[in-house]
């Protein structure tokens, strides 16, 4: 069994910083690549950046130059560092993992999401 724990949303004003941050728990035997995606109402999820085991990222063009992902690959944990937020980013935002459990079976799995408001 795997879990992603989501931490880090919330309500920030225009301008402002958030930091989230994603926990893989369980039989975990590697993880490849991680992302953020995020979920805006009356919109679909759209990837929002994603990094690979060996650092390699790829961002939404509308966060380029604002949002930094990182990942600890001992930690299990991916993080998405959120600078000069616009009221646009509002959304659920939700953590991704492509893994292999501990009976090498790859998976994509799911954080519960976390939503992050931006007042304008």
């Known amino acids: 069994q795997v879990q992603l724990v989501e931490s880090g949303g919330g309500l920030v004003q225009a301008g402002g910083s958030l930091r989230l941050s994603c926990a893989a728990h369980g039989s975990i035997f590697s993880i490849n690549a991680m992302g953020w995606y995020r979920q805006a109402p009356g919109k679909q999820r759209e990837l929002v950046a994603q990094?690979?085991?060996?650092?390699?990222?790829n961002y939404a063009d509308s966060v380029k130059g604002r949002f930094t992902i990182s990942r600890d690959n001992a930690k299990n944990t991916v993080y998405l560092q959120m600078n000069s937020l616009k009221p646009e980013d509002t959304a659920v935002y939700y953590c991704?993992?492509?893994?292999?459990?501990?009976?090498?079976?790859?998976?994509?799995?799911w954080g519960q999401g976390t939503q992050v408001t931006v007042s304008s």
């Open positions: 990094i690979t085991r060996d650092g390699s990222t």
């Open positions: 991704n993992a492509d893994l292999l459990d501990s009976l090498i079976r790859r998976s994509d799995y």
